[in-house]
């Protein structure tokens, strides 16, 4: 009996410990964008903004929005954002907040992340119609130096704003959380103080293009048409649960932007001239 009780406990012991189940990720094309150097974008329901600029000289003049309906894929209008040769969106996202109780759209957070000899701001823009973005407020981001990160650029989250960006060494991908200032029309804000939240995850090799959060969870797009990678990251335990590498499935170009659309997520992605919009299933 008592050997009988010993080899049960022994099986029960050196069975494999069950892990996270490892979602599967499928892929359907939605519409196709064409305009050149897509960065960033963001919805609202079924309305894409997808924001383009060529952040390199004598290019830097080339910069605004394409405004698109993703249920037709047709575009709906164009917004030129006027000249500025440091303009470049890694991240961009709509709040539920508006601006006043008749618009439309809520406010769209806009993070400026290339401007290697400037400050790093977030513009938080109003949308009204026939297209048009107005800033109605700036909120400036810490330097660099304070954050000891590189290319910092935010999101917000309900009262926070979370900001990412790279360790001064690359080998890791640093998530901080502050509070969202307050939304006051016209006012410039200093982001000051320190973060209440700060945690690190393993860096890819490869450039950070886009994030978004949702229920807790950071969704990210890092990597170039050669290797590029869907990471998820649990924004309460900073744990890095999943990761995908997009080739696998089909998708062999540059991303630039992950969204939302309703619950269901999105990413598009730059190839040659326009931008490719994706469903990206997980299951």
């Known amino acids: 009996m008592r050997k009988w009780i010993l080899f049960a406990a022994l099986s029960l012991v050196l069975l494999p410990v069950p892990s996270l189940a490892q979602k599967k990720l499928s892929v359907k094309h939605i519409c196709t964008i064409d305009r050149r150097y897509p960065n960033d974008g ?21 910069h605004g929005v394409s405004v698109a309906d993703l249920r037709t894929g047709k575009t709906l209008g164009w917004i030129d954002l006027g000249f500025n040769p440091n303009f470049h969106n890694s991240s961009i996202t709509f709040v539920g907040e508006k601006a006043a109780k008749k618009d439309r ?21 109003r ?56 939304f006051e029309a016209g006012t410039v804000v200093r982001l000051a103080g320190e973060p209440s939240r700060r945690f690190s995850i393993p860096r890819k090799k490869v450039t950070d293009q886009s994030w978004c959060i ?5 969704y990210q797009v890092v990597g170039v048409r050669l290797e590029a990678w869907l990471r998820i990251v ?34 598009a992605f730059s190839t040659e001239g326009r931008a490719e919009i994706y469903e990206l299933r997980l299951r």
Not at 118 to 125: A, D, E, L
Not at 171 to 176: A, G, I, Q, R, Y
Not at 214 to 218: E, P
Not at 234 to 243: K, M, N, R, S, W
């Open 127 to 182: 949308v009204s119609e026939p297209w048009a973005l107005s800033v109605e407020q700036l909120i400036v981001l810490p330097s660099p130096d304070s954050l000891g990160i590189l290319y910092p650029h935010a999101v917000p989250d309900g009262p926070y704003l979370w900001i990412e960006g790279y360790s001064a060494d690359k080998k890791e991908t640093v998530f901080l959380r502050f509070d969202r200032p307050a």
């Open 234 to 267: 649990d924004a309460e335990t900073g744990v890095l649960e999943q990761e995908f590498l997009l080739q696998d499935y089909g998708l062999p170009y540059e991303p630039e932007a992950v969204f939302f659309r309703g619950n269901r997520l999105c990413a």
């Open 42 to 62: 963001d919805c609202w329901k079924d309305i894409y903004f997808q924001f383009h600029s060529q952040n390199q000289q004598p290019y830097g003049d080339f």
């Open 214 to 218: 949702r229920k807790g969870k950071f």
């Open 105 to 125: 759209f809520p406010l769209l957070y806009a993070s400026e992340n290339y401007a290697p000899n400037s400050y790093y701001k977030v513009m938080v823009y």
